[in-house]
């Protein structure tokens, strides 16, 4: 080797220069470089579990929340419903008290008129009553006294109520 002009003993001491060169490279900067890099891709897979994660907890919550909606839509068309048949149910016994109350005004005239129409027919009988007393003790151009003029008159009286 000599011949070449290479020395072997730098040669071997180049070697295993080189050697420790090498092995303080991979313990020094190669091992802390793959430490590095498998935490980095550790990272990046933890950071795309919890995108993931968060991806589907959005899922989850627009879920929810549609469900929400739909539910406050029914119950707002439940409330509408039911304000809605309350205000029927509302105007229907408006109506109904309305037609009792005009009803009841009628029954309490119609009773009205019929105590009107008695008291007049009574009064009507009592002037005939007398009327007619009075006509006959003209017609006869007698006296009667006042006893008797009752006594006719009550006579005149039930006789209209029994033809009445």
Not at 33 to 53: C, N, P, S, T, Y
Not at 123 to 138: C, D, F, P, Y
């Amino acid at each position: 080797m000599g011949e070449l002009g290479i020395n072997p003993t730098y040669l071997a001491f180049q070697i295993i220069n080189f050697l420790l060169l090498v092995l303080l490279l991979h313990w020094l900067l190669y091992r802390p470089v793959l430490r590095m890099l498998d935490q980095r891709k550790e990272r990046i897979r933890a950071g795309q579990e919890a995108a993931e994660r968060a991806r589907t907890e959005a899922e989850e919550m627009r879920e929810q929340y549609e469900r929400q909606l739909e539910e406050s839509r029914a119950h707002a068309r439940k409330i509408m419903d039911d304000a809605a048949a309350a205000a029927e149910r509302l105007r229907e016994e408006g109506v109904a008290s309305a037609q009792q109350e005009a009803q009841r005004i009628l029954d309490r005239g119609r009773e009205e008129l019929r105590a009107e129409i008695e008291h007049a027919r009574r009064e009507l009988r009592q002037e005939v009553a007398v009327l007619s007393v009075s006509v006959a003790g003209k017609l006869i151009q007698e006296s009667l006294d006042t006893e008797k003029n009752r006594e006719l008159a009550a006579s005149i009286i039930s006789d209209l109520e029994e033809n009445s």
